[in-house]
């Protein structure tokens, strides 16, 4: 059964850090896409970063850049969001996807047919 799993969000200070897991079950994560969004309650869903299966090129949306990394270790089937310098306005449920297309190289969320269940982050003093 393919599943994902998101963990390491939690309450950070403005300037902070915090590093995401995407633990994939049920397939290799090797060759395949996945991608970060986030969504606040109310508000659009919007695509943070992602991973393409097909050379592991990655992505990020302007925000992201120069503050977010995604990684992937194949060993552990985990895909990484490390962010820093952390803004109130990255307050937000992170979520990871996937299209399960092998060799890929889709990020839009429109193409994702697999999502975890979120992990929240609080960005606050």
């Known amino acids: 059964q393919v599943q994902l799993v998101e963990s390491g969000g939690g309450l950070v200070q403005p300037g902070g850090s915090l590093r995401l897991s995407c633990a994939a079950f049920?397939?290799?994560?090797?060759?395949?896409?996945i991608g970060w969004f986030r969504q606040v309650p109310g508000k659009e869903r919007e695509g943070v970063s992602c991973?393409?299966?097909?050379?592991?090129?990655?992505l990020y949306t302007e925000f992201a850049k120069d503050r977010f990394t995604i990684s992937k270790d194949n060993e552990k089937n985990i895909v990484y969001l490390q962010m820093n310098s952390l803004k109130p306005e990255d307050t937000a449920i992170y979520y990871c996807?996937?299209?399960?297309?092998?060799?890929?190289?889709?990020?839009?969320?429109?193409?994702?047919?697999?999502w975890g269940k979120g992990t929240l982050v609080t960005v606050s003093s």
């Open positions: 996807a996937t299209d399960l297309i092998q060799y890929g190289s889709r990020c839009s969320e429109y193409n994702m047919d697999y």
């Open positions: 049920g397939f290799a994560s090797d060759y395949v896409t």
């Open positions: 991973i393409k299966g097909r050379n592991g090129d990655t």
